[in-house]
């Protein structure tokens, strides 16, 4: 998890090659796809991917790789989860927010269009409101 974390790759791929577990989860239920997810380290998410991580995992709050990366601004662990058919409509059990809904409050617009571009539902709800009453990326011009 640590490796993952700081984005050692070499190390993350002698764990892996020595049988660690890819789906082990630390006290905040968080695996190593989600911390790498979290710092952007493509190149583990990629690795730990290939050796069958759980793409969809959630730790204790709910919350996934891909909102993690979401949230974050990481484009290409985004596009890394979306190739593998991550789930875009997962929603967290604080909030009740998607990938879409934490990207568009945080204004990435790239990762509002991959999302989209990846079939995320831009009509998605959280518990307070709907993506697109909560838009920064997407706000209507004044007439």
Known sequence: MWASQKGRLR???LL???GASTDAKNV???TALIKASVRGHAPIVDILL??????????NLGSTALMWASVNGRTAVVELLLQVGANTEAKDSTSGSTALIKATRNGFSAIVEQLL???????AKSTYNSVGQRSHCYRRASP
């Open 117 to 123: 571009e990846g079939g995320a539902n831009k009509e």
């Open 50 to 59: 290939q050796a069958g991580a759980d793409k969809d995992a959630k730790n």
């Open 16 to 18: 892996l090659k020595a």
């Open 11 to 13: 190390i993350v791929d």
């Open 28 to 30: 905040d239920g968080s």
